[in-house]
């Protein structure tokens, strides 16, 4: 006797049903996700090639350091001159719409998991499945919900660059010092203080990890979401592989590899003291050191 049990079955019937009862909410989720990519894509856009280079360059002097902002401010410019500048700054709005999606939802969930060991039991086996699950599926369903374009892509990688953020938000929270919770309850933080002022700081560079971690995992989908009509970089990557022309798809992987290692560098940079220290000139800060000086300089008077 053979048993025929279909999982696959239930999951088309799943997605049928909220086709049919969800439709007008999918339609919201997805204009919202659109007007936030495309504010931003705009916004990137509206740079000159040669402003948006000098602020990443300036940004890499003062994070850190002077030999890595003349890397990025040549390798920005071969992406020039490869003419794959559109294609980048579409594949740049993407991961950073993506990305900051998920650490709305994926800093909140890392605090719930470190908060309640039966909030983490449940959450940890779904984040299993989404990091162990062939990227290329995620494609399915958001192309049946939301059709074709950017949206659907920044949504599949939404799900699969997530588990980072959520796991490294709860692994740096759980780790921090007991003596350090214990000092700021002493001194009457509350719940809210305790957590903003205290074990996030101190958590913060485990949390900043995960922040990389997603960049580089959201970079990485963006280029096979271009499947479904994502755009940018992957599609040039996609093209080259159609076509079988190497130096195409050379170049697009290429500008690939030029913006992980930018994005991967500048983000590490961010949980650790700046390379460059910038002087903040407040007038308060100026008159105390003008004090300061002329007490140093001022002859000691003694009693005769």
Do not use: H
Request: proline letters at 5%.
């Amino acid at each position: 006797m053979e048993y025929d049990f279909s999982i696959g079955a239930a999951a088309s019937a799943a997605v049928e049903y909220t086709l049919d009862n969800f439709s007008p909410m999918l339609d919201v989720i997805a204009d919202v996700i659109g007007y936030f990519a495309g504010g931003i894509k705009n916004g990137l856009s509206w740079l000159p090639p040669w402003a948006f280079i000098s602020i990443i360059a300036l940004f890499a002097l003062w994070r850190i350091g002077w030999k890595f902002a003349v890397l990025c401010g040549a390798a920005l410019l071969l992406i020039v001159g490869m003419g794959l500048w559109k294609e980048t700054i579409e594949t740049l709005s993407l991961v950073v719409a993506a990305t900051a999606i998920a650490i709305m939802i994926g800093i909140p969930l890392g605090i719930l998991m470190a908060r309640s060991s039966i909030t983490g039991a449940g959450i940890r086996p779904l984040l299993d499945l989404m990091q162990t699950m062939p990227a290329f599926v995620y494609l399915i369903p958001a192309a049946m919900f939301f059709g074709l374009g950017a949206v659907p892509g920044i949504i599949a990688t939404v799900i699969f660059s997530m588990p980072p953020v959520v796991r490294l938000t709860a692994l740096g929270l759980s780790q921090v010092n007991r003596e350090f919770v214990e000092a700021g309850l002493a001194f009457g933080c509350t719940d809210r203080q305790l957590l903003l002022k205290v074990q996030f700081p101190l958590a913060l560079p485990s949390i900043m990890a995960g922040v990389n971690q997603t960049i580089m995992l959201g970079l990485s989908m963006v280029v096979i979401a271009s499947m479904i009509g994502a755009g940018g970089l992957g599609n040039t990557v996609l093209t080259g592989i159609q076509r079988l022309d190497v130096g195409l798809g050379f170049e697009g992987g290429l500008a690939v590899v030029i913006l992980a290692v930018i994005l991967d560098r500048l983000t590490q940079s961010l949980s650790r003291p700046a390379s460059l220290k910038i002087a903040v000139f407040a007038p308060g800060r100026i008159r105390a050191r003008q004090d300061a000086a002329q007490l140093e300089t001022a002859p000691i008077k003694t009693g005769a």
